[in-house]
T-cell receptor
Framework: SQQGEEDPQALSIQEGENATMNCSYKTSINNLQWYRQNSGRGLVHLILIRSNEREKHSGRLRVTLDTSKKSSSLLITASRAADTASYFCATLNTGGFKTIFGAGTRLFVKA | NAGVTQTPKFQVLKTGQSMTLQCAQDMNHNSMYWYRQDPGMGLRLIYYSASEGTTDKGEVPNGYNVSRLNKREFSLRLESAAPSQTSVYFC?????????????FGDGTRLSIL
């Protein structure tokens, strides 16, 4: 069963615009991670946020976590055509041993 | 750095055939994982190996077996392939895991069962 569910399923924006993707989950978590997957490639880790953190930045990426709402968002600022990819959230449940991935958001950035 | 290497990249099998997917990592990671990715389903964990010499079932282990051959290598075997096993298979590794460790992925094996 999937823990994280991303929203929207697909997103199309112009280069230079910001892209926001959301992830909701069902049970208490230790941490939440975001990954990127380019077409035909494996997943690449972007950022990890722990359950006691509320916001984290990495370059043009900003991740927020709201444990009361069981949700997280990934913001990509000033998007580029190279950001075109699928983005997945992944959660590690409290006391769990396995990371569970959502179905992903497909982002298309038009040049 | 090669990172995580999977072989083969593509494979077509007939129902009932067997095959082994190979995975090797050169990052000296302790934990390794096998996932399958199906359209609209995200990644689902098949088996994982927390450390050399140990393996455990994930979410969808039926029809698969694994071997942690040594610290570097973790193979996935389909004993009698079925069309429902048509998927993209990803191997991943992490330093310890899963915990607070990011996972490093190979580029996948695209497997079709006819």
């Amino acid at each position: 069963s999937q823990q994280g569910e991303e929203d929207p399923q697909a997103l199309s924006i112009q280069e230079g615009e910001n892209a926001t993707m959301n992830c909701s989950y069902k049970t208490s978590i230790n941490n939440l991670q975001w990954y990127r997957q380019n077409s035909g490639r494996g997943l690449v880790h972007l950022i990890l946020i722990r359950s006691n953190e509320r916001e984290k930045h990495s370059g043009r990426l900003r991740v927020t976590l709201d444990t009361s709402k069981k949700s997280s968002s990934l913001l990509i600022t000033a998007s580029r055509a190279a950001d075109t990819a699928s983005y997945f959230c992944a959660t590690l449940n409290t006391g769990g041993f396995k990371t569970i991935f959502g179905a992903g958001t497909r982002l298309f950035v038009k040049a | 750095n090669a990172g995580v290497t999977q072989t083969p990249k593509f494979q077509v099998l007939k129902t009932g055939q067997s095959m082994t997917l190979q995975c090797a990592q050169d990052m000296n990671h302790n934990s390794m994982y096998w996932y399958r990715q199906d359209p609209g389903m995200g990644l689902r964990l098949i088996y994982y190996s927390a450390s050399e010499g140990t393996t455990d079932k994930g979410e969808v282990p039926n029809g698969y077996n694994v071997s942690r051959l040594n610290k570097r290598e973790f193979s996935l075997r389909l004993e009698s392939a079925a069309p429902s096993q048509t998927s993209v298979y990803f191997c991943a590794s992490s330093e310890q895991g899963p915990g607070d460790q990011p996972q490093h992925f190979g580029d996948g094996t695209r497997l079709s069962i006819l």
